[in-house]
């Protein structure tokens, strides 16, 4: 069975200042893709970052990172130099290659306080 | 280019009515999916479709139905709506089925009374 968790309802972070948000995930296929997605209040959903489960780096976009332990089945978000616009829900989710499903975290709500 | 658009953004329907939801993917894009996003559910996979044909289905009841155009445009259609389909549906459009990355449009907001 395929399932992402993320245990963090809610998290605050200061400021220009980093955050990290966990994402674990399981699944019995080899390959797979690992992704993260922001939801504004607006609703949409937009695309921040990719890792392939056979990827040797972890993946960076600008000011995000994506910490992936594949031992642990991790595979965490790490938001630098926060900025009060990223405020928002965060997703975790992963694809399986072998179908074609995203299967998708419960999410956690960040607040960027001033 | 434009990015993926989905009409009507907001509909109020009451329980035993049908609806129809419409979804533009990114020009280019052959693979629509949608999903269905609640409190208690969170964000649930309803099915993909990939030169207008189903790839993939969710565990949804048969009410939940959909097809795409052969200009890769989605329908998706609730038959007998009830209290519980009231959600906010998304609908993501990849270049290829399978593809890694998703693109999301900006949902229906469905509300059933």
């Known amino acids: 069975a395929q399932k992402i968790t993320q245990t963090q309802p809610g998290m605050f972070v200061q400021e220009k200042e980093a955050v990290t948000l966990d994402c674990t995930y399981d699944?019995?296929?080899?390959?797979?893709?690992l992704f993260w997605y922001k939801q504004p209040s607006s609703g949409e959903m937009i695309f921040l970052i990719y890792?392939?489960?056979?990827?040797?780096q972890n993946a960076t976009e600008g000011r995000y990172s994506l910490n992936f332990q594949k031992a642990r089945k991790s595979a965490n978000l790490v938001i630098s130099a926060s900025q009060l616009g990223d405020s928002a829900m965060y997703f975790c989710?992963?694809?399986?290659?072998?179908?074609?499903?995203?299967?998708f975290g419960t999410g956690t709500s960040l607040t960027v306080i001033p | 280019k434009a990015g993926v658009t989905q009409t009507p953004r907001y509909l109020i329907k009451t329980r035993g009515q049908q609806v129809t939801l419409s979804c533009s993917p990114i020009?280019?894009?052959?693979?629509v999916s949608w999903y269905q996003q609640t409190p208690g559910q969170g964000l649930q996979f309803l099915f993909e479709?990939?030169?207008?044909?189903?790839?993939n289905k969710g565990n949804f009841p048969g009410r939940f139905s959909g097809r795409q155009f052969s200009n890769s445009r989605s329908e998706m259609n609730v038959s007998t709506l009830e209290l519980g389909d009231s959600a906010l549906y998304l609908c993501?459009?990849?270049?290829?089925?399978?593809?890694?990355?998703?693109?999301f449009g900006p949902g229906t907001r469905l509300t059933v009374t």
């Open positions: 890792q392939g489960s056979y990827d040797q």
């Open positions: 989710a992963m694809r399986p290659n072998t179908g074609n499903q995203f299967y």
């Open positions: 699944t019995s296929d080899p390959s797979y893709g």
């Open positions: 479709y990939f030169s207008e044909t189903q790839r």
């Open positions: 993501a459009s990849s270049p290829l089925a399978g593809a890694y990355e998703q693109y």
């Open positions: 020009s280019g894009h052959r693979s």
